[in-house]
């Protein structure tokens, strides 16, 4: 991705710093799905057996507990670590010494038998565990000091043990997004209490499920055009195979991500990034029902808590549906 833009979006540079980074963004996402699909096209044309793999929003199990605790059909970044193409960070996520994690993967699934390629070596990790990435979560999914261990193949990789995934349902999904410290936000307006506990996190997700929040900062141009896409014979056609996730992409605003898009590669320019985050400010809405950036120097003045929309009755009883799905998720 580009990462000028993602410091644009990172400093709230302006009110259209977000749709910039999402029209970006999601750009990406159809290059990969672009380029594999047409190393998949070159390889059934060798006569081998050959399926391209959508980068994101492409997920098993669409009903409740499917959506809000998702399973990719292919997880991509444990393949690009076992196959060298990147490192974990203490997040998770992947990334490259010098560049960082702002990049996205491609994949597709073949029966050539291709030559393996081995994992990055450990001391070629980009990650030097400054853990700014746990910062970077307003509502702080990822522990600073337990990690997990993940087996592939004969190589045992570790990073941040998730203190509850629901956490970046509700900040990612752009639910909540003040940080804990209440001194900066991301690009949503919507606020609720940091959770403090796994009960507190489910309760927080089921009462803000009811609502969706309205991202566009006022007089922001409106983000990702999905029509330019639709031109696309490649993209057009996994569309049409995929109704429900092209549905997604057209809803989706982005907000957060900042996990992701914090990380350089290099301390002091990932210090740099999380700076601008801290020093950006806070988007709120306001009485007159307009979204807003507010700068630190303003944050004081503001009302900083969201003006929920009004509930409707189907809202209500999704939100009970997710609350009761997701504590039998968790007790069973």
């Given at each position: 991705?580009?990462?000028?833009?993602i410091r644009?979006?990172?400093?709230?540079?302006?009110?259209?710093?977000?749709?910039?980074?999402?029209?970006?963004?999601?750009?990406?996402?159809?290059?990969?799905?672009?380029?594999?699909?047409?190393?998949?096209?070159?390889?059934?044309?060798?006569?081998?057996?050959?399926?391209?793999?959508?980068?994101?929003?492409?997920?098993?199990?669409?009903?409740?507990?499917?959506?809000?605790?998702?399973?990719?059909?292919?997880?991509?970044?444990?393949?690009?670590?076992?196959?060298?193409?990147?490192?974990?960070?203490?997040?998770?996520?992947?990334?490259?010494?010098?560049?960082?994690?702002?990049?996205?993967?491609?994949?597709?699934?073949?029966?050539?038998?291709?030559?393996?390629?081995?994992?990055?070596?450990?001391?070629?990790?980009?990650?030097?565990?400054?853990?700014?990435?746990?910062?970077?979560?307003?509502?702080?999914?990822?522990?600073?000091?337990?990690?997990?261990?993940?087996?592939?193949?004969?190589?045992?990789?570790?990073?941040?043990?998730?203190?509850?995934?629901?956490?970046?349902?509700?900040?990612?999904?752009?639910y909540s997004?003040?940080?804990?410290?209440?001194?900066?936000?991301?690009?949503?307006?919507?606020?609720?209490?940091?959770?403090?506990?796994?009960?507190?996190?489910?309760?927080?997700?089921?009462?803000?499920?009811?609502?969706?929040?309205?991202?566009?900062?006022?007089?922001?141009?409106?983000?990702?055009?999905?029509?330019?896409?639709?031109?696309?014979?490649?993209?057009?056609?996994?569309m049409i195979?995929?109704?429900?996730?092209?549905?997604?992409?057209?809803?989706?605003?982005?907000?957060?991500?900042?996990?992701?898009?914090?990380?350089?590669?290099?301390?002091?320019?990932?210090?740099?990034?999380?700076?601008?985050?801290?020093?950006?400010?806070?988007?709120?809405?306001?009485?007159?029902?307009?979204?807003?950036?507010?700068?630190?120097?303003?944050?004081?003045?503001?009302?900083?808590?969201?003006?929920?929309?009004?509930?409707?009755?189907?809202?209500?009883?999704?939100?009970?549906?997710?609350?009761?799905?997701?504590?039998?998720?968790?007790?069973?």
């Amino acid at each position: 991705m580009d990462r000028q833009i993602i410091r644009r979006y990172l400093s709230k540079a302006n009110v259209n710093a977000r749709s910039d980074h999402e029209i970006d963004n999601f750009g990406t996402i159809i290059k990969c799905y672009k380029l594999a699909s047409k190393i998949a096209k070159f390889l059934r044309s060798k006569g081998f057996d050959a399926k391209e793999i959508f980068t994101n929003f492409n997920y098993r199990n669409f009903d409740i507990k499917g959506i809000l605790i998702p399973f990719p059909d292919i997880s991509l970044k444990y393949l690009a670590a076992s196959s060298g193409v990147g490192s974990f960070g203490w997040s998770g996520v992947i990334g490259l010494k010098n560049f960082g994690t702002a990049f996205l993967l491609g994949g597709l699934t073949t029966s050539a038998e291709l030559q393996p390629t081995k994992p990055i070596p450990d001391e070629e990790n980009f990650c030097d565990k400054c853990k700014i990435c746990v910062n970077v979560c307003a509502f702080r999914m990822f522990d600073k000091n337990e990690e997990i261990q993940v087996n592939l193949g004969d190589k045992t990789f570790s990073y941040s043990k998730r203190n509850d995934v629901l956490r970046c349902e509700i900040v990612c999904g752009g639910y909540s997004g003040l940080d804990k410290t209440k001194e900066w936000s991301t690009w949503s307006p919507a606020r609720y209490e940091f959770p403090k506990n796994e009960k507190e996190t489910i309760n927080t997700l089921s009462k803000a499920f009811r609502f969706k929040p309205n991202f566009l900062v006022d007089g922001e141009d409106g983000g990702f055009k999905t029509k330019t896409y639709l031109k696309d014979p490649d993209v057009n056609q996994f569309m049409i195979e995929n109704p429900k996730v092209w549905r997604l992409i057209k809803s989706l605003k982005l907000s957060c991500g900042n996990c992701q898009l914090v990380c350089r590669g290099n301390h002091k320019e990932t210090l740099e990034n999380y700076n601008m985050l801290k020093n950006s400010g806070v988007v709120v809405r306001q009485k007159n029902g307009k979204t807003k950036i507010l700068r630190p120097d303003k944050i004081h003045k503001a009302d900083n808590l969201h003006i929920p929309q009004k509930k409707t009755f189907k809202e209500i009883i999704a939100g009970i549906l997710i609350k009761r799905a997701l504590t039998q998720k968790k007790n069973s």
